[in-house]
């Protein structure tokens, strides 16, 4: 859901919502840790969703199963009570395959929201039946240990979460009893099941997204590990425009790229599973998070068999996607080993030892397909500098014409770092095709510094207005429609004149400053008008310095 496609009367439920749980939940959090308390809410919100997914499709099957006119009926005739033909189709809404057929995850009688909810206040040691097509017992020794249980659950009917779902989380938390129940019963069980006119999916997805941006600000620096604002991944995405094909992220923290492309989809009437999903991250916890926030929202992935370091343990060796997006950490130094000596990802160049930013353009550009493209946020020392080899392999991207578009951003856009940060545009084929003219022997610059506002008193953030002047001059140059240089903002420039500038990718060596407004006056008469008024100011300077000399002359003062 592209928050800015949607109507005023629905961002605003939403803003309403979004500040209403989170209130909630952090009223609740007490004194743990926000990188804790993350998983414990994130959890449930996923629990929550996937029961109510489950829900709306068990409401579709009973209405079928009772129409005449749909394939799925089952005749009245054909049972002597209504009693009899009720028990008939509460048996059938237990058949695992109904759901699965229409990509529903499976959830047992224990995991379901309602029996969460009702049941969590019991106390230690109650034994409970769940009746859901079969009677089952369940001693109850606490609210922790029964959502653990019902994730466990969770996981051993669904294939798909294999691996997903982190194991005995609640029960290790040491939250208070009470402050679960609260976040079970007042934050989660009060997502709204669905709007007039948005879905469950559209709301929880909302929320799931919400949360993981609040609680990356209330981390600071570790939360950038894997969340990337939403205003940057909405303005790679919309420059990229990912309809179809293969996606894939290196780098994806909590996928955030993913959940932008298939919003980019739908915003412009394509359909879900237009694209393939690929990615990978080396932290375990983040890469649960990747996939709980694909499953809420029905995505396909492919995240790799386990979570692993992109450069030592590729876990898609072969793909060649169709875009490439990426937020990697800036400057790591802690990246090398022995074993990528030699590696043929370095084509361009073997990479600093002290410095990944080179490692990550070649590992993309490895597993970019010959017509892809790819965009990586980068720190901006990566446009200019020399040291350790940078420099030469700079120079051999842009002698094979890789590099597309470089767009400098302005401070302040994450939640993490203050390190000025820039993206990094590259295609295989400037070739013109789809639409595009033919690009060759140049290179887009953009210096989108001045762009955006801030949103509160640390971060900035992007109005939909710069969005579309940022993708638009994009889009306008790469289709040969309407684009013309602006002196400040962006220059198309060819390999010669980056040449001349050292194959330095600054944008700000190329735009130039914005040029002031004409007012019509003609430049002689304006330089006399103005040394005429700096003269009269030079004289009224020289009397109230007179004047002062006189004051402090009657005090006494000489």
Known sequence: MNKLAISKDKQTFLDE?????????????????????????????????????????????????????????????????????????????????????????????????????VNASLAPDTEIE??????????????????????????????????????????QLQLEPNKLIGLINEVVSSIPFHHASLSAKDIL?????????????????????????????????EMLEPFSGKVYDPAMGSGGFFVQSEMFIEKYGG?????????????????????????????????????????LNDQHPDLRADFVMANPPFNISE??????????????GVPPKSNANFAWVQHMLHHLAPGGSMALLLANG???????????????????????????????????????????????????????????GQTLFIDARQLGYMKDRVLRDF??????????????????????????????ADRDEIAAHDFVLTPGRYVGVEAAADDGEPFEEKMRRLVAELNAQFVESAKLEQQIKKNVERLGYD
């Open 463 to 492: 109005t939909a207005a710069d969005l579309e002047k940022i993708s638009g001059t994009f889009k306008s140059w790469k289709r040969g429609k309407g684009y013309a240089d602006i002196a400040g903002f962006c220059k198309s």
């Open 271 to 311: 359909k879900l599973g237009q694209i393939s999903v690929y990615g990978q991250e080396s932290n375990p916890t983040t890469w649960r998070l990747a996939a709980m926030n694909m499953a809420i929202r029905g995505i396909d992935f492919n995240f790799g068999k386990q979570p692993a370091d992109s450069f």
């Open 130 to 171: 769940i009746r859901n097509g079969k009677t089952e017992k369940y001693v109850f020794r606490s609210v922790a240990r029964l959502i653990d249980d019902a994730l466990d659950a969770v996981e051993k009917e669904n294939s798909r979460l294999k691996g997903v779902i982190e194991k005995n989380r609640y029960a």
């Open 335 to 348: 990246w090398w080993d022995d074993k990528l000596e030699g590696d043929p990802r370095w084509f361009y």
């Open 382 to 440: 990566s446009m200019s500098s020399n040291t350790k080899g940078d420099g030469e392999i700079r120079r051999a991207l842009i002698e094979a014409d890789l590099v597309e578009c470089m767009l400098a951003l302005p401070g302040q856009l994450f939640t993490n770092t203050q390190i000025p940060a820039c993206v990094w545009f590259l295609t295989k084929n400037k070739k013109a095709r789809g639409g595009n003219r033919d690009r060759r």
């Open 17 to 117: 919502l979004d500040k209403k749980l989170w209130n909630a939940a952090d009223r609740l959090r007490s004194n743990l840790d926000a990188a804790v308390y993350k998983h414990a809410v994130l959890g449930l919100i996923f629990l929550k969703y996937i029961s109510d997914a489950f829900d709306l499709r068990r409401q579709e099957l009973e209405v079928a199963f009772r129409d005449p006119q749909n394939d799925y009926y089952l005749d009245r005739a054909d049972y002597e009570t209504d009693a009899a033909y009720d028990q008939a189709i509460h048996a059938e809404l237990e058949d695992r395959d109904y759901f699965t057929e229409k990509n529903v995850f499976w959830v047992p009688p224990l995991a379901r929201w309602r029996t969460i909810s």
């Open 205 to 237: 997805g909302h929320v799931y997204e919400y949360f993981l941006g609040q609680f990356a600000l209330a981390e600071g620096k570790k939360g950038g590990q894997y969340y990337t604002p939403k205003s940057i991944v909405s303005v790679i995405v």
